[in-house]
């Protein structure tokens, strides 16, 4: 029951804390890490504790499967050279920067602190995702951004499992290199396998709500198969993901879609609170069983490894951009500015995988107390530092607002238009004209690139419709004339008509 309150006062605290993070353009994980601090102080607060292998799968999967989903596999192709660079070679230096530290500043074995290396090392771009959506960005910083925080915890998962593995069994580590090589193309063989899979049985649960529990069960079953076969985890959901996300959209009800991604950004949401506690629990006991001296010693070991995180990143950053930058005008192509490198280099937060794979570490690791409070001040430091500062940066950089969506919306607007015009050309009779003329309003709107507009001109006065409706409908129910059977019926139809009518923003839920 007290890990219930705790959970239940986390949650609280979150929800008031996050109307400071949307007000103030503050990254909503920094106030989770705020919350997860306060709570994790209280007295009453009880100690928890989790399986290794359990919080990598509970934590991970999910928050994988709901960001691979909005990134299609193009994009990582057509940035498949900064993605190398920030996914790969950032987080093998990242590791190598903070392993040479582990070693030299705080005595611990070479494969202890290459875990704590792999463990600090990937950043969480999804924690800077609610700043980013709020400015006009370059569409291909925030695709490369994305495409970081998808292959950057791969490549530090990889790390992470050699490392422990070689803690563990140090006379048969030698025996998973080969292993460990196989494990990433196999994870994309089985994500995509699972995923195909997946689009099949998915058929005969459409429309149920068993369709929901079934999305659960094969994500977090796609992760467990890929441990079983000791292959990468992450690679199987992320592949997984976007092989759903390209197919299974033409193949989903609409309202099941709806719930679907409700129930996700909920659950995705929910796990951030429970890992920010769990870590901030472990944090505190740490503390507890240190003295005063080891206690600074170690905090002051932490925050060389966040100083080393976050100098490395920029260091990187524009030491690979500016060979690219050299490279590109050769060629005559357009270079990234000094703004974005700026932004990329700034967009070092770490978050949920850090905080999982810390949790995860056994307990009889060598140097755990210090490895879980690093890892502990390298999220919260890079969260409050770089989190709260990233929304003032974007301000001062005046980023030239790029236009390109709004562009490629336009084109895709009106070929869905002529389509539909076109399914219904040959037909005379009057409800298909009222279509037709509304088919027509809806082009000229979009020709004049009146996006958003678009949909609220047209739905205004059906949403004037859907208030008097609704009206009518409780004025019914409240003098008795129809029984409660009839009243939901009725609101469940309205409430899909004025989805219908809604334009995309009105019905979006925000992440915080």
């Not at 193009?74 to 987080?91: D, S």
């Not at 969480?124 to 960005?137: E, I, K, P, Q, T």
């Not at 495409?147 to 580590?173: C, K, M, R």
């Not at 390109?404 to 076109?422: G, I, N, T």
Request: hydrophobic fraction near 55%; glycine fraction near 6%.
């Amino acid at each position: 029951m007290a890990l219930f309150e705790s959970m239940l006062t986390l949650v609280l605290v979150a929800i008031v804390l996050l109307q400071a993070s949307r007000r103030f353009l503050i990254p909503y994980p920094t106030t989770l890490a705020v919350a997860g601090v306060a709570v994790a102080a209280l007295p009453w607060t009880p100690a928890v504790e989790i399986d290794p292998q359990l919080a990598l799968a509970l934590f991970i999967a999910p928050a994988l499967l709901d960001a691979a989903y909005d990134l299609p596999p193009r994009e990582l192709r057509r940035n498949w050279a900064p993605l190398l660079a920030l996914a790969g070679v950032a987080v093998l230096i990242t590791t190598a920067a903070v392993a040479t530290l582990g070693v030299y500043a705080a005595g611990m074995p070479i494969a202890a602190a290459i875990a704590l290396g792999a463990i600090v090392a990937p950043p969480d771009a999804a924690a800077a995702a609610a700043v980013l959506g709020r400015f006009s960005l370059p569409r291909r910083t925030v695709s490369v951004l994305k495409g970081e925080s998808l292959l950057n915890d791969a490549a530090a998962l990889l790390i992470f499992t050699a490392a422990v593995a070689a803690v563990a069994e140090p006379d048969a580590f030698s025996g998973l290199v080969p292993q460990l090589l196989l494990a990433a193309p196999g994870g994309v063989l089985l994500g995509w396998i699972t995923g195909r899979g997946y689009l099949v049985l998915s058929r005969w649960f459409a429309g149920a709500l068993s369709a929901l529990l079934f999305e659960f069960a094969a994500t977090f079953g796609v992760w467990v198969l890929a441990e079983r076969l000791h292959l990468s985890a992450i690679l199987a959901v992320v592949v997984y993901a976007m092989v759903v996300a390209r197919l299974g959209p033409e193949r989903q009800l609409a309202h099941h879609r709806v719930r679907s991604y409700a129930v996700w950004e909920t659950a995705v949401f929910l796990l951030n609170v429970v890992a920010f506690m769990l870590i901030g629990l472990q944090a505190r006991a740490v503390v507890g069983r240190l003295d005063a001296s080891a206690t600074w010693k170690a905090l002051g070991f932490a925050g060389l490894v966040l100083l080393t995180v976050v100098v490395v990143r920029i260091a990187w950053v524009f030491a690979y951009t500016t060979t690219v930058v050299a490279r590109m005008r050769r060629r005559g192509e357009a270079p990234p500015t000094l703004a974005q490198r700026v932004v990329v280099s700034w967009c070092g937060m770490r978050g949920l995988v850090t905080l999982a794979t810390g949790i995860a570490l056994p307990a009889d690791f060598p140097a755990r107390d210090t490895i879980v409070l690093s890892a502990f001040v390298v999220v919260l430091g890079t969260l409050v530092l770089q989190g709260i500062s990233l929304g003032p940066l974007l301000k001062l950089l005046s980023f030239k607002p790029d236009t390109s969506f709004d562009d490629d919306l336009a084109r895709a607007r009106l070929s869905l238009l002529d389509a539909a015009d076109q399914a219904l050309e040959g037909r005379g009779d009057e409800t298909t004209a009222r279509v037709r003329a509304e088919i027509e309003a809806q082009r000229e709107l979009t020709r004049r690139g009146d996006h958003r507009s678009s949909a609220t001109e047209l739905g205004e006065r059906k949403m004037e419709s859907l208030v008097a409706k609704r009206r009518a409908l409780a004025d019914l129910r409240r003098r008795g004339d129809i029984d409660d059977d009839v009243f939901h019926a009725l609101e469940q139809e309205l409430d899909w008509q004025e989805i219908a009518a809604s334009p995309p923003d009105r019905i979006e839920i925000a992440e915080t």
